[in-house]
């Protein structure tokens, strides 16, 4: 008797079909602007600034990420998922960096995912509900939600449960504002760090 | 034969009237522009001998600085925010041997200090100390050259990077700075503008104006001026 092995994105989760992305509360979903302190560590390097953030009426994004000094690092527009960067600081303005920014500002705000057919699990332990929405390459992108409040706890990127790569998880002061107090950002591959904590929220 | 043989004279007349009045207003706008142009010439001629003025008398004089303690206050202006970001802290500067020092301790709205000694840049945010070579980064370097030569005044003799103005007002000097077309400054920065106090030739005042239109303010404050700064004050602990 031949019997199908399925690979499931998360350990104790049983699968329930295929379903359009539902994310009830998601990050900055009632934001008007946020500053954050960020501290950025590639390897053994470390890098501190600000991140602005301004989430404009028609849903898109706009951030600028300065020194602490002011000097501008840079500027992104985010719309409908995709990011286009802006006055680039001259030692960041290579294409590798430039991707990984975009890809990782875009995912931050959750820009461009409502509706996505994405493959639903949910697990035994918990409330929780995962979606599991396929990109290119075999990797997927996975989101974790509380499902009693909607909250989006964390997004990953993996091509398989081992082998996840990218990771976003978000922190909520818990006075109902979906304004993240927290976040980190981490890359296993390329011991990338990046960790944002807010200083204005209005 | 004359031409009085074909116009009346009454015509002849108010034709030559209207040919001298014609002839008449062309020379007088003529001579207007001349003017215009002349007047031009010499205000141009007293200003850029004026900025030659006061480049010498501000070089003469920020070369006594050897010191400053100040507070400062920064406000960065970026155009799709509502509110301006706004910090501040403790600054210090000093000439020693090998060219200078330069501290600046946020305290508002975080913690956070720089320091740069030489070519070495120490920076401190919370309990993690990272330094590195400002020479590896040419952009940061030519920053922070532009901040030291701004603060200290030398600057202002840098003709083969920047294009200067300097207007008195009252006791201030108001100095613009543009970064000449084809440097990498240009680049970044669209202008760069000093208040500048005549009494003790220090910056009140820097406003550094990127491409974008976003722009850095510094406003320096409670300025003390050549006292005596411990080498101790210039860690980062």
């Known amino acids: 008797m031949l019997s199908s092995c399925v690979t499931l994105p998360c350990t104790d989760c049983s699968p329930e079909g295929a379903s359009a992305l539902e994310i009830g509360k998601a990050p900055f979903s009632d934001t008007a602007s946020a500053l954050y302190r960020v501290s950025i560590k590639l390897y053994s390097m470390y890098f501190s600034g600000l991140l602005a953030v301004k989430k404009e009426e028609n849903g898109s994004f706009r951030m600028s990420l300065i020194s602490e000094t002011g000097f501008k690092l840079f500027d992104m527009e985010v719309i409908n998922g995709v990011a286009e960067m802006k006055n680039v600081f001259a030692e960041l303005d290579r294409p590798e960096v430039i991707e990984t920014f975009k890809e990782d500002f875009s995912t931050l705000v959750i820009s461009g995912v409502s509706g996505r057919i994405c493959n639903r699990y949910t697990y035994k332990a918990s409330d929780d509900i995962l979606f599991a929405c396929p990109e290119k390459n075999e990797i997927s992108s996975n989101f974790l939600i509380d499902r009693k409040s909607g909250i989006l706890k964390r997004v990953w990127k993996a091509e398989d449960i081992d082998e996840q790569y990218f990771e976003i998880n978000y922190g909520y002061k818990g006075d109902g504002s979906m304004t993240p107090a927290f976040i980190t950002i981490i890359h296993s591959n390329v011991k990338l760090r990046m960790e944002f904590s807010v200083l204005e929220n209005k | ?237």
Request: hydrophobic residues 35%.
């Open chain 2, 1 to 237: 034969m004359s031409l009085l043989n074909f116009f009346p004279e009454s015509d002849l007349k108010k034709t030559f009237i209207f040919i001298m009045l014609i002839f008449s207003f062309c020379f007088g706008e003529t001579v207007q522009t001349a003017e215009v142009k002349q007047n031009a010439n010499v205000a141009f001629k007293e200003l850029a001998a004026d900025t030659a003025k006061w480049q010498k008398t501000v070089s003469e004089n920020t070369k006594k600085i050897n010191s400053i303690r100040s507070s400062f206050k920064q406000v960065k202006n970026l155009s799709f925010l509502s509110q301006q970001v706004t910090s501040g802290g403790k600054f210090l500067f000093e000439k020693n041997g090998t060219g200078h020092r330069l501290k600046w301790q946020y305290t508002s709205p975080f913690v956070y200090t720089i320091l740069i000694d030489g070519q070495k840049i120490t920076m401190k945010d919370g309990n993690k100390v990272s330094s590195f070579d400002m020479s590896s980064s040419r952009v940061f370097e030519e920053i922070n050259d532009i901040m030291v030569r701004s603060l200290n005044g030398t600057i202002l003799s840098d003709s083969r990077n920047f294009t200067f103005s300097i207007k008195e007002s009252g006791r201030s000097l108001m100095i613009e700075m543009v970064p000449v077309k084809g440097t990498p400054l240009n680049e970044y920065f669209k202008s760069i503008k000093m208040v500048m106090d005549t009494g003790d030739f220090t910056v009140n005042t820097l406003t550094m104006t990127e491409s974008s239109g976003d722009f850095t303010e510094l406003t320096f404050t409670d300025k003390s001026i050549n006292g005596h700064i411990d080498i101790s004050e210039f860690r980062v602990e």
